[in-house]
Nanobody
Framework: QEQLVESGGGLVQAGGPLRLPCAAS????????MAWYRQAPGNQRQLVAS???????NYADSAKGRFTLSRDGASDMVFLQMDSLKPEDTAVYYC??????????????WGQGTQVTVSS
């Protein structure tokens, strides 16, 4: 199973940028999809952006045009670049990965979460 280590959260003023790295490590043959989700108090966890091994990306409507998810395949890391942040982006952000562990078996993992707070 893979382990995910997140970093980069913090407090930022509205309109500012923030970058969230996430690194995967552990026992797996290949990391397929990686993604960032977020969960605000009282809300369900929601997808922010995802990226496949071939670097195809998918974004939530709220992230389109402001957030960019990229991947360093050589090191199994992803980077969520968040620009033009808004107070409504305030949430705990979680990194997610799906890894191929052999045959037809896959493993899903979550990071511990990192708090992002955007002040108005």
């Amino acid at each position: 199973q893979e382990q995910l280590v997140e970093s980069g959260g913090g407090l930022v003023q509205a309109g500012g940028p923030l970058r969230l790295p996430c690194a995967a490590s552990g026992s797996f043959l290949q990391i397929n999809t990686m993604a960032w989700y977020r969960q605000a108090p009282g809300n369900q966890r929601q997808l922010v952006a995802s990226i496949t091994r071939g670097s195809s990306t998918n974004y939530a409507d709220s992230a389109k045009g402001r957030f960019t998810l990229s991947r360093d395949g050589a090191s199994d890391m992803v980077f969520l670049q968040m620009d033009s942040l808004k107070p409504e982006d305030t949430a705990v952000y979680y990194c997610y990965s799906r890894a191929w562990i052999g045959g037809d078996r896959f493993s899903d993992s979550w990071g511990q979460g990192t708090q992002v707070t955007v002040s108005s």
